[in-house]
């Protein structure tokens, strides 16, 4: 069936370094793509987001790559810091509306960030 | 303001029996949704509302309820609670795009 997955489940790196975290997804249709945090004991919160008419799209430290080629989607983190450490999901949205009202989320990556 | 807030945070049911999840949010978003989220895993949806008074089902809502008789409350119900309900539930609201999410329900049903 159609998911969305992610290739590592978990990814450590040096405090400074740069960061990637990938997500394939399934469904071609989808038009929406947006990367959550999640902390310890918190509920996610948004980073980034991408419209399928775009292949990247940057925020504050964080780029958003896109390939409808071969549906893959990832989060890259610039200077990465403790305060990264957390575990990101991928999600894209099956709904019609063109907003976020139906996610599908993927496992998620769990970053943890080394001093 | 308070954002998305949730009630309880922590609750421990017996098989059988009921509970509603309360879920507020103060930002005046149409949209609000219910997700669990089990172990190790990601988020999925059980119900999401465009509005109140209108409610539609997710990936997972099997065993669950849910209304919305006022922009600011999405209550989830469950009427007969299972072992497989035991999860995390997490409320959110968006006006569009960007999702802002409570804190968390821990459930556990024994």
């Known amino acids: 069936g159609e998911s969305v997955g992610l290739h590592l489940p978990t990814l450590s790196v040096q405090e400074g370094d740069n960061s990637i975290i990938n997500c394939a997804y399934s469904?071609?249709?989808?038009?929406?793509f947006i990367w959550y945090k999640q902390e310890s004991g918190k509920g996610p919160q948004f980073i980034i987001d991408?419209?399928?008419?775009?292949d990247k799209r940057q925020g504050q430290r964080v780029t958003v790559l896109l390939n409808k080629t071969v549906k893959h989607l990832s989060l890259q983190i610039a200077a990465t810091q403790p305060g990264d450490s957390a575990v990101y999901f991928c999600?894209?949205?099956?709904?019609?509306?063109?907003?976020?009202?139906?996610?599908?989320f993927g496992k998620g990556t769990k970053l943890t960030v080394n001093p | 303001n308070a954002g998305v807030t949730q009630t309880p945070k922590f609750r421990i049911l017996k098989i059988g029996q009921s509970m509603t999840l309360q879920c507020t949010q103060d930002m005046n978003h149409n949209y609000m949704y219910w997700y669990r989220q089990d172990p190790g895993m990601g988020l999925k949806l059980i119900y999401y509302?465009?509005?109140?008074?209108?409610?539609d089902k997710g990936e997972v809502p099997n065993g669950y309820n849910v209304s919305r008789s006022t922009t600011e409350d999405f209550p989830l119900r469950l009427e007969l609670a299972a072992p497989s309900q035991t999860s995390v539930y997490f409320c959110?609201?968006?006006?569009?795009?960007?999702?802002?999410f409570g804190p968390g329900t821990r459930l556990t049903v024994l």
């Open positions: 991408i419209r399928s008419n775009m």
């Open positions: 999600a894209e949205n099956r709904g019609s509306q063109g907003g976020s009202e139906k996610l599908v």
């Open positions: 509302s465009v509005g109140a008074g209108i409610t």
């Open positions: 469904n071609s249709a989808s038009d929406y």
């Open positions: 959110a609201s968006s006006s569009y795009n960007e999702q802002f």
